[in-house]
C-alpha cells in the first residue's frame, strides 16, 4: 500500500523567506506526484504535477518541486514566500498502473507573516 | 469551462439519519472520485466511479455509497450518520479512469456536520 509523510505539520514564515516543505512515499512501483494547495476558505486547488521527465518541475505562483527517485522524494520549494502563501499543503501520490486513487499525506500548514 | 461542482455546500444532520451529497464533473470529465477530509485523519480516498461503475472503493464502511450516472455526475451517501462521519467531503475528477498521467480537480466540497 502506499503511503505519504509530509515532516513539516506547521511551518511559521516571514515574508521573503525561502520555503522546502518535504514529502516522502511509500511504495514500490512507478507513481505520479502532486502538490494541492488549500487556501483559507478555498478549495483543494493543483500546484504542480510530476508524471515523468526532467525532475524538476514547476508549478503556479512560482512554486517548483523536486523528484528524487532514490529517496522516494518530491519536496516543494518557493525562494520567496509571500503573504498570500499562507496555505495548507498537501503532497499527494496515485499509483501509475491502478485506477485513480490519491493517498495524500497529513498536510503542512504554512503561515507567512507580513 | 466550468469546475467541479457540489451540492450543497453545507448540511447539518442528527445521529441515525443518512445524507445525499451530489456532484458534477468538469465538463468532458468522466471519472469522479470521493474523498472524506477531517482534521484528525487527513484526505481520505472513499471511491472512484468510471462510466458508471465503482472501480476502485477505500476502507470506509457499508454505510457510505455512491453512484455515477449517465451524464458523470455522482452522488454519494451516507447511511446511519454517525458523530464522527462530520467531514469535509470532496469530489474531484478526471478525464480517464486510469491514472495514466492524469490529474484530479477538486470541487469545493461540501461540510456535513452531525449533531
Known amino acids: 500500500a502506499q503511503s505519504v509523510s509530509q515532516h513539516n505539520h506547521h511551518v511559521i514564515l516571514s515574508e521573503a523567506a525561502s520555503l522546502e516543505l518535504g514529502c516522502n512515499y511509500s511504495y514500490g512501483g512507478t507513481v505520479n506526484l502532486f502538490w494541492y494547495v488549500q487556501y483559507p476558505g478555498q478549495h483543494l486547488q493543483l500546484l504542480l504535477k510530476y508524471f515523468s521527465g526532467d525532475p524538476l518541475v514547476k508549478g503556479i505562483k512560482g512554486f517548483e518541486a523536486e523528484f528524487i527517485k532514490s529517496k522516494f522524494s518530491f519536496n516543494l520549494r518557493k525562494p520567496s514566500v509571500q503573504w498570500s502563501d499562507t496555505a495548507e499543503y498537501f503532497c499527494?501520490?496515485?499509483?501509475?498502473?491502478?485506477?485513480?486513487?490519491?493517498?495524500f499525506g497529513t498536510g503542512t500548514r504554512l503561515l507567512v507573516s507580513p | 469551462k466550468a469546475g467541479v461542482t457540489q451540492t450543497p455546500r453545507y448540511l447539518i444532520k442528527t445521529r441515525g439519519q443518512q445524507v445525499t451529497l451530489s456532484c458534477s464533473p468538469i465538463s468532458g470529465h468522466r471519472s469522479v472520485s470521493w474523498y472524506q477530509q477531517t482534521p484528525g485523519q487527513g484526505l481520505q480516498f472513499l471511491f472512484e466511479y468510471f462510466s458508471e461503475t465503482q472501480r476502485n472503493k477505500g476502507n470506509f464502511p457499508g454505510r457510505f455509497s455512491g453512484r455515477q450516472f449517465s451524464n458523470s455526475r455522482s452522488e454519494m451517501n451516507v447511511s446511519t450518520l454517525e458523530l464522527g462521519d462530520s467531514a469535509l467531503y470532496l469530489c474531484?475528477?478526471?478525464?480517464?479512469?486510469?491514472?495514466?498521467?492524469?490529474?484530479?480537480?477538486f470541487g469545493p466540497g461540501t461540510r456535513l456536520l452531525v449533531l
Open positions: 474531484a475528477s478526471s478525464l480517464a479512469a486510469s491514472a495514466q498521467q492524469e490529474t484530479q480537480y
Open positions: 499527494a501520490v496515485n499509483a501509475r498502473t491502478g485506477f485513480q486513487k490519491l493517498v
